[in-house]
């Protein structure tokens, strides 16, 4: 029987390749994460293309950075995600994507109001728009933080989206 460990490393590289393929992605940009137990994160690794990546590829870290396991160095955004498990105990799981339309939508600095009624159970009301910081910056995860609030999305003014969920 596999571990829980060995799923979840699977299912990040499963649903980073379909980011990929749905074009939510491009070749190494964008990265996705999920909690194992309480005190450590999955991450993607940094730099190697979608159609590339294998299990063994994505990396182990503490709550605080640290690398627990793994060959391959962090997605440079691991301070985002670890900041928003943080700060969130109900994310199991986070998506950062530069999908087209939400990318326009940060570029322009305008929010995405919940235009159906069922976006809003999904995603918590209207998904604002984070302040600039530097990709990759602690100012940067701190502004994603705060921006999403109990929400399940958010626009990266500048950059693109981040998405969470349970699982």
Known sequence: MESEETKIRKEIISYGLKAYEYGFVTETEGNLSARLGKDKVLVT???IPYEQRVPEDVVLLDMEGNVLSGERPPTSEYRMHLSIFRARED???????????????AVAGEPLKPILDE?????????EVTGFQPSGSQE???MVVKTLGPKSAALIANHGTVCTGRT
């Open 140 to 142: 940067l995860a701190d």
């Open 91 to 105: 994310v199991g799981a986070i998506l950062h994507a530069h999908p087209l339309y939400g990318s326009i939508l």
């Open 119 to 127: 976006m809003t159970p999904y995603l918590g009301g209207v998904v």
């Open 45 to 47: 690794p940094s730099h």
